[in-house]
């Protein structure tokens, strides 16, 4: 047979998982720290309404996904 040691197999198996959980902490604290960012200067500003907490949370998101599909592109 020409198929992989079991112990190949997991650790490669970790290592993948491992990448894939890092890559969820990361837009995770992307996605944190924007609308923290957005908050933060919407204090200072005194405006009724958060367009910048709204503004820092989705810009937050569009470059966590940019990241999640740039680091799991094949």
């Known amino acids: 047979m020409t198929g992989e040691d079991p112990a190949t197999k997991r650790k490669k198996a970790a290592q993948t998982y491992m990448r894939l959980s890092g890559i969820g902490f990361q837009m ?3 996605i944190g720290i924007g609308a923290y960012g957005g908050w933060w200067i919407d204090q200072h500003t005194g405006w ?16 966590a996904m940019y990241i999640l599909f740039k680091e799991t592109r094949v």
């Open 28 to 30: 995770a604290a992307i």
């Open 48 to 63: 009724n309404f958060p367009i910048l907490t709204l503004v820092g949370s989705l810009g937050g998101v569009a470059i």
